[in-house]
């Protein structure tokens, strides 16, 4: 058995974030690629996931020969040969040819020494021939051996129909075309794989999106990808390195030798799914041929996907208001919207904020306003959220030229022009909609032999279909709202973080009834609530969950009608389910039934748990406060156990808004319990 340890962007779940601002803490050079230095780091990111590994499953890590991506890991059993691609490594793993390749130093900051003998020792470019099918691979697969597996990518479902297309619209010597057409049938085989494994967005050898800008033809200086779907991905090709506050990269080498790329990002733009993407290309001199209807890199066709502000709105006005009706409508308000602004920050901000409690807004809206100036509005936000990362990059050297694009919004007319004119740069499209596959098939076309280098088969393979002039008069029209939407996240920042971390803008004090006096309970709870308290922490011990017994549901009952505070009661008993309404067998039914009876729920973590036991319950929702219990239940007077804070800082980091309660007294109170 391979001793092998092949990583995807779940590993660690949300945990992984504690360690990606470790990461992003150590403050090692390697990290200049994120944002120049000042963070944050992503917990998809290799040196996070490899070091919540170590620290959580530490006997896996020690016993991994290798570490690798699952592409790296697929192509190891079809080729028995194991490599790295240098545009993961690069992108990901913070690799830099220029520097002496994997970041050592990084590494031994955050004692992952031993990572450099785990990691994959080859690193080959893309298009590069990793191996040849072996003969176990070629029976199981249904192709044949030695066929040429190529680094690549593949990003959907319907990859392997694209690629047939692709193949038709590409000048391929026909000695080529078989070998061809069995590798695009090998990439389609290995992408379902890393789906039923569970990854949403496959690939093979490479991230989908930049496998994109090869597939829009984005090798040159000064070129520009734009990658539409739920989410914008900015991706812009330099000869020199360059980092700066407000981006990420620039990656060396990670697209094609000699070359960097900047990468910048939005998180809420203009998905549409099939149906949606349909109502805009009916009428339209361009067809997809293979009737796919791709809606950018990494992106399935499904509809209304919830991280798209334009689709969100759309189904806010119901079934019967297509895209069509709302660029009409939207077509006849002035640019600015007549003073109606937006923020398209509706799940954060990546770049160049890189903000995720940030948040969406309309601001200025009057009596006057319809839907199309709110529709335009959101139109109009999305496009400068792309001006203002593309401002952020020319302040680090980056100045690009042109912009290729991709994606469902191209469908959209409207939204090309008003995106070309905010930008003051021409948009070009490519004939196949599809740019990750396209991208893969010409990197298999190279490995096949059918060109001699990528830049040649994009040549052949790359058709622009359109381009989209910059309207001057528009650009100077766009000047004042644009102003108006960078000023709108400085003046909302400090509303944004105050709601989403509660918890964080005020501490509240629940007193502990154990520490009153059992003879006068009433009492006691009025001498709280007047010395300012808001809840009260009740203890129900059944002497079994811990050694004291203290109360039960009667006395509660009759504190209840005592006092105007809030009852906080932690049930520390072998059997919670039988002290509410309903009946439950498990703590996700458990925790449905105390709301059901009308109750917040909370869950307790004693000393010596971890907070990952927490986690399927926090993910769902179900819980309203963590108890992050400093000393062991049932008893006072117990010293605080200072090493629970490192549970009260993740949770927070985690889950801004949940209420976290941390006990102690007068004599035993951490400020840090407080933060």
């Known amino acids: 058995m391979l001793g092998c340890v092949g990583t995807s962007d779940s590993a660690g779940g949300l945990w992984a974030l504690r360690k990606a601002a470790e990461v992003a803490a150590c403050g090692d050079d390697a990290l200049r690629v994120n944002s120049g230095g000042a963070g944050p780091v992503s917990a998809e990111w290799m040196v996070p996931k490899s070091l919540w590994l170590k620290r959580n499953e530490p006997e896996v890590y020690a016993a991994a020969h290798f570490i690798c991506e699952y592409q790296d890991y697929m192509n190891f059993h079809l080729t028995g040969r194991m490599c790295a691609s240098i545009n993961n490594v690069s992108v990901r793993w913070h690799y830099s040819a220029e520097r002496g390749g994997y970041p050592a130093s990084l590494l031994d900051k955050l004692g992952l020494g031993a990572l450099l003998h785990k990691w994959p020792k080859e690193v080959l470019p893309l298009g590069a021939r990793v191996g040849g099918l072996t003969e176990a691979a070629a029976r199981h697969l249904g192709l044949p051996t030695g066929l040429p597996v190529a680094q690549a990518a593949w990003t959907s479902v319907e990859s392997e129909v694209q690629g047939e297309v692709s193949l038709e619209q590409a000048n391929i010597p026909d000695a080529h075309v078989p070998e061809r057409r ?83 990002g939005q998180t809420s733009t203009v998905q549409m799914g099939a149906r949606e993407a349909k109502e805009q290309t009916e009428g339209r001199a361009e067809s997809q041929a293979s009737g796919h209807m791709s809606v950018g890199c990494g992106e399935r066709s499904h509809q209304g996907a919830p991280g798209s502000v334009i689709s969100w709105y759309k189904r806010m006005l119901g079934e019967e208001v297509t895209y069509d009706i709302l660029n009409a409508e939207a077509e006849a308000v002035p640019p600015g919207c007549e003073g109606l602004a937006a923020l398209d920050h509706f799940q954060g901000n990546r770049t160049p904020h890189t903000d995720a409690a940030s948040r969406g807004a309309l601001v200025g809206l009057t009596l006057k306003h319809t839907r199309g100036h709110i529709f335009r509005a959101l139109i109009e936000a999305v496009c400068f959220g792309t001006a203002l990362i593309l401002d952020t990059m020319r302040s680090a050297g980056y100045n690009p030229k042109a912009i290729v694009i991709a994606g469902g919004a191209t469908r959209s007319p409207l939204w090309l022009q008003v995106h070309a004119d905010v930008c003051g740069l021409p948009l070009r499209r490519t004939r196949v909609a599809d740019a990750c596959s396209l991208g893969s098939a010409i990197l298999a076309a190279v490995c096949a032999g059918s060109f001699a280098d990528v830049s040649t088969a994009v040549q052949s393979m790359v058709h622009v279909s359109e381009v989209v002039e910059p309207n001057p008069r528009m650009t100077v029209t766009y000047a004042a709202p644009y102003l108006a939407y960078k000023n709108l996240y400085p003046a909302l920042s400090p509303l944004f973080h105050a709601s989403n971390n509660p918890a964080a803008a005020s501490t509240l004090i629940a007193p502990s009834i154990l520490a009153g006096d059992f003879s006068n309970l009433e009492g006691e709870a009025t001498r709280m609530a007047e010395a300012g308290a808001e809840w009260l922490h009740v203890d129900i011990c059944d002497g079994q969950f811990c050694g004291n017994l203290t109360i039960g549901a009667p006395v509660v009952k009759s504190l209840r ?101 941390a006990g102690a007294d007068q004599l035993t109170f951490h400020p840090e319990a407080a933060k």
């Open 182 to 264: 069995d590798m695009c049938k090998l990439m389609g085989l290995a992408m379902q794989a890393a789906v039923d494994v569970g990854n949403q967005e496959p690939n093979l050898g490479g991230a989908d999106a930049f496998i994109g800008m090869i597939g829009l033809g984005v090798l040159q200086p000064g070129e520009l990808a734009l990658l539409t779907g739920s989410s914008h991905l900015h991706l812009g090709v330099s000869r020199e390195a360059m980092h700066g506050k407000g981006m990420f990269g620039s990656y060396a080498d990670c697209l094609l030798p000699g070359t960097h790329v900047v990468e910048g």
């Open 561 to 661: 009608s005592k006092t105007r505070l809030f009852l906080d009661c932690h049930l520390a008993v072998m059997h919670p389910e039988s002290q509410v309404q309903q009946f439950a067998q498990d703590s996700e039914a458990l925790a449905v039934a105390i709301r059901t009876a009308g109750m917040k729920v909370g869950v307790a973590l004693q000393p010596g748990s971890p907070t990952s036991v927490a986690l399927p319950l926090l993910q769902k929702g179900l819980v309203d406060t963590v108890n992050v219990m400093a000393v062991e239940p049932g008893f006072g007077g117990q010293p605080f156990q200072e090493h629970v804070l490192e549970k009260v800082r993740e949770l927070r980091d985690l889950f801004p808004s949940i209420n976290i309660q």
